[in-house]
Structures are given as C-alpha cells and as structure tokens.
C-alpha cells in the first residue's frame, strides 16, 4: 500500500502525542520541529553551545522511534546531580553531541536515527540559534519562547529576531506533501513559528495538499483564551497567505465536569466549543469523533483515533 505523505508543523507535547499514533498507520511522515524554545536545559545548552533548541526535538524523536516507551525512559531521564549535568535530559546531551559530531542538526538527527528506527523524517525548521519574540496586546514586547509562555499579558504577534534560514529539506517535505497537518499544541510558539518564515508560507501557496488543523481541545492561558474552535482556524488563516485551512479536527467527546472545573480553577483552561455554523463558513470539512483520552486527570488526544480519522479523510 503507497504511503500517504504528510507533513507535520508544530513542536512540544501536541505534536509528539499526534505523532505517536501516525506512525502506526501507512503515512510517510515529515515532522516539522519548531526549534525557538529557550527554558530549563534548553536555554541552558543553547548558550553554552550556541545551538538550535533540542527539547521539542527530542519529544518527537520518542514519538517516532519503534521502541517508543523504552527510549522516552532513557531519553527523558534528567540528571539529578550538584553538576553542570543537573536536570540535563540524556535525549538533550545526545543531541547536542551528535550535532558537535556532524557539524549541524540534521545529519545529528540522522545520525541518531540508525539507533532509534524512526518511523518518519524529523526536520528542524532552521539550523540557525532563533529567538522568538512576542508583542503583546498592550504593545510591549517580550523577548524568548520561555518569557512569553510565562507572561500573563495577551499575545497579539510572534516573530524572530533575526530572519532564520529555513531548512531546505522543510521546504521538500511540504513541496512533496499529500496534506499539510497542523498539530494541536501552543498556536503562538509551536504553529505559528513554522508559517511566520516567507519560504515556509510560499511553499505551502504552491502546494496542492490538503492543509488539516488537529484543535486543542482546551483553551490556553494568554494565547487562546475564550476561544472557539472557529477563533483558531482563523488565526491561523491569517498566516497561511492565499491558501487557507481546509478541514479541521474536533473533540465531540463528552469530559467529566470535575475535570473541566479543574482546568479551569487551577490552569485558567477552557473547554473548545465547536461552534459548527461559524466553521463551515470559513470553508473548513469538519472531522469529529470523541477523541477525550484522560490520563491522571490529564485530558489528551486519543492520537491513534485522530490517526485513523485523518487517513479515512485523505483517501476519501
């Protein structure tokens, strides 16, 4: 059976979560990785090595690779140590050194992958050590991924703060692509990051795939507050140029209150409501099942289930 070839945007715990169900179905996966991230042993080895940020990268190296439970129990095991070593991921160290061995990130990547069998191509967006920057609604602007995940004020913008040099192989993945696949996660510094890049957006004008939104199920403090799933979809519209969102991903499952109320009281997070009138207006298919996985209280994408969906979608 010819693999449906998809590539992915994002970056963080959405797209690794997503992808861990893709790679069990026929797609020939490109993943996109956002690579602006600055906190904790990110931002401590971005400094000290002046390279791009390993985290999301190492998220979605777990989620592709075939021993996936194993790997994510080396790889996320943090050093606890009175060291430079302390709270240091092994999976971060082993990327910085595969870079420092091949000289860039990519064939870093590659060079991993001959040990973790990956089911998918894991792209960073740039090689260059980008800074991500934030204006907020009143105009203040704030400097780096972790400041403006942590600022309390509304977000109206990101950009960087210097042009990075877009990654070719990005650019052939989308070129080559079947469908375009915007995972769930942070809209403002994990999508957003990919479509903000002039070569990124062009690309995607040129293509014929199809470009498909995974929502959140959950609104996000500062981003997306009070949002329905309709307030997303023309987010990102806004920054795909001339092409649009052509169909959308949405929960129809029923969450318990007690864990919405949860949400809400402890995380100043809100449930998405489908407001369907307002989606079909804009253009966008409607793919919906109960995709509700609650883990510890924790509500996720039933990623297999998305899986499925999505490959039901493209063929038909």
Do not use: W
Not at 221 to 243: A, Q, W
Not at 285 to 308: C, G, P, Q, T, W
């Amino acid at each position: 059976m010819k693999k449906t070839k998809i590539a992915v945007l994002g970056g963080g715990t959405g797209m690794s979560i997503l992808l861990s169900g893709l790679k069990k179905l026929p797609f020939d996966i490109s993943a996109v990785v956002t690579v602006s991230d600055d906190g904790r042993s990110t931002g401590r080895l971005r400094e000290e090595f002046n390279i791009l940020a390993v985290g999301d990268i190492r998220k979605v190296l777990i989620s592709l690779s075939e021993e996936e439970d194993d790997v994510k129990k080396l790889l996320d095991y943090r050093f606890k140590t009175s060291s430079d070593l302390n709270g240091h991921p092994v999976g971060n160290l082993l990327l910085t050194g595969a870079k420092e061995i091949t000289g860039n990130m990519s064939d870093g990547i590659e060079l991993l992958n001959s040990i973790l069998k990956l089911r998918g191509k894991v792209l960073p967006l740039t090689e260059d050590n980008v800074i991500l920057m934030g204006k907020m609604d009143d105009g203040y602007v704030v400097e780096g991924e972790h400041n403006i995940t942590e600022d309390h004020r509304v977000i109206n913008s990101v950009f960087y703060k210097e042009k990075p040099i877009v990654n070719p192989a990005v650019l052939k993945a989308i070129s080559e692509s079947d469908a375009i696949i915007l995972s769930m996660g942070s809209l403002f510094t994990s999508i957003i990051p990919n479509l903000i890049c002039d070569e990124v957006r062009e690309e995607i004008e040129k293509s014929n795939a199809k470009i498909i939104y995974v929502c959140n199920i959950m609104t996000q403090p500062g981003e997306t507050d009070d949002f329905l799933v309709s307030h997303h979809i023309k987010l990102l519209n806004s920054y795909l140029g001339k092409r649009k969102v052509d169909a959308v991903v949405v929960n129809n499952g029923v969450i318990s209150p007690d864990i919405i109320e949860n949400y809400s009281t402890s995380e100043e997070k809100d449930l998405v409501e489908v407001d369907y009138d307002k989606i079909k207006k804009l253009g966008a298919d409607i793919i919906e099942d109960n995709y509700v996985l609650i883990e510890n209280n924790i509500i996720r994408h039933n990623a297999l289930k998305v899986s499925v969906n999505l490959l039901s979608y493209l063929m038909n």
